[in-house]
């Protein structure tokens, strides 16, 4: 059964950082696109970034482009977030996703399989 777990959420002041985690299990990811969504309340669910299946590369919205890190360990078990210089509009339950889709998956459908969230929120 495939599971990913999120931690690392929390409160942090503006302009402050935080390293969110995201636990893989049930199977390898090795060639999964394994990405991060965020949601804040009232709002849908949106793309923060992406290392897409098979490639080395990673792409970012541009919302968080040059803030926000996205890596993963060598075993792809485990996706990070590095997220520095952080806004109050940041402020979200932010999601790491796996899906097999091919190119760049920006959108949320293109993502089998979920984790249940952390909290982040940034505070002014």
């Known amino acids: 059964q495939v599971q990913l777990v999120e931690s690392g959420g929390g409160l942090v002041q503006a302009g402050g950082s935080l390293r969110l985690s995201c636990a893989a299990s049930?199977?390898?990811?090795?060639?999964?696109?394994m990405g991060w969504f965020r949601q804040a309340p009232g709002k849908e669910r949106d793309f923060v970034g992406v290392?897409?299946?098979?490639?080395?590369?990673?792409f970012y919205a541009d919302s968080v482009k040059g803030r926000f890190t996205i890596s993963r360990d060598n075993a792809r078990t485990a996706l990070f977030l590095q997220m520095n210089s952080l806004k109050v509009e940041d402020t979200a339950v932010y999601y790491c996703?796996?899906?097999?889709?091919?190119?760049?998956?920006?959108?949320?459908?293109?993502?089998?399989?979920w984790g249940q969230g952390t909290q982040v929120t940034v505070s002014s």
């Open positions: 996703a796996v899906g097999t889709f091919w190119g760049v998956p920006r959108r949320s459908d293109m993502y089998e399989y």
């Open positions: 049930g199977r390898t990811f090795g060639n999964y696109a």
């Open positions: 290392i897409p299946r098979g490639a080395g590369t990673t």
